[in-house]
């Protein structure tokens, strides 16, 4: 009797003792770290602005006063500098995006070997100064008119530096912006299957161009939109071209009242920060596509019999 209860007891499986003053980590411990990290961060960021905030508020002899804001569409050449840059903004937008959609599009549909190559090109502009793209730009400016007066590109030279609209200060935003877009549109390009999406498209009778615009183009929303906040926010903080070749655009205004009304400066610097933020947050939420819910309801069966 005692063997066949030895044979038919379960073996029991011995317990490893837990290693002596080290006790396992309990579960749900509050990670303090995060906490800090947040706060951190929110003093880093939120603390410059709100002492911007209580300085343009803050008038000495005055206490508490919002005249440095409520004289903000008062001021000489406000609306005519942030017309301008606005109006700049959508030019280069335009533009980057005519040049740098359709290339990069071709370069993976037919010409991948060149990726790299035009990789290099978009980002030389971030091993240039602005001030040394600036210096070439003023040269050529120069040269210009005193070798060109009898052709037809003296009128040219002569326009592209009209202050009413500088076409100069697109061609330069333009190519301080291609870094910034050429990495956006890559990242959006690498997470579709570019060349199943065309062919499936051309199998359905679409012509090359209508795919493109189709089908491709809605699917690169979210890049597109981030592209262009880029290049919208890169403008406006833009000083060093503008101010060097003498344009007055909305960061260079912004510069020049700071000599006479200093908190009025700082008033609109803050109102040009918080209005970069609620477009960024604009078009993060046009950025998002349809979001599709799947049913975890398991589809009832019918028994037959």
Do not use: H
């Not at 579960?27 to 300085?55: C, Q």
């Amino acid at each position: 009797m005692a063997a066949i209860a030895a044979t038919t007891a379960e073996p029991v499986k011995p317990v490893k003792p837990g290693k002596p003053g080290k006790p396992g980590k309990p579960k749900n411990r509050p990670r303090y770290w995060r906490g800090i990290v947040a706060v951190i961060a929110g003093l880093y960021f939120l603390g410059p602005l709100a002492a911007s905030v209580i300085f343009t508020v803050d008038v000495p002899n005055q206490g508490f006063t919002l005249s440095a804001y409520t004289g903000i569409l008062g001021a000489d050449g406000f609306l005519s500098s942030l017309r301008l840059t606005l109006e700049l903004a959508v030019a280069t937008i335009v533009v980057v995006l005519l040049l740098l959609v359709p290339a990069m599009i071709a370069i993976r549909l037919s010409a991948p070997r060149l990726r790299t190559l035009v990789e290099i090109l978009c980002s030389l502009p971030l091993v240039v100064p602005a001030v040394a793209l600036t210096a070439g730009i003023v040269s050529v400016l120069r040269w210009g008119p005193t070798k060109l007066a009898r052709t037809p590109l003296y009128e040219t030279i002569l326009q592209i530096q009209n202050p009413s609209f500088p076409v100069v200060l697109v061609l330069a935003y333009v190519l301080m912006a291609l870094p910034l877009a050429y990495r956006t549109l890559d990242a959006g390009l690498r997470a579709l299957d570019l060349v199943t999406l065309v062919e499936a498209a051309r199998n359905c009778g679409a012509s090359p161009a209508r795919a493109v615009l189709r089908v491709v183009l809605p699917n690169l929303r979210g890049a597109l939109l981030n592209t262009a906040f880029l290049t919208l926010a890169l403008v406006l903080g833009e000083y060093t071209v503008a101010a060097i070749l003498g344009f007055t655009p909305f960061a260079v205004w912004i510069v020049g009242i700071g000599g006479s009304q200093a908190q009025m400066s700082v008033a609109v610097s803050v109102l040009s920060l918080v209005l970069t933020w609620v477009l960024l947050l604009i078009l993060a939420a046009a950025g998002r596509g349809p979001s599709f819910r799947t049913s975890s309801r398991k589809p009832k069966v019918k028994e037959t019999s």
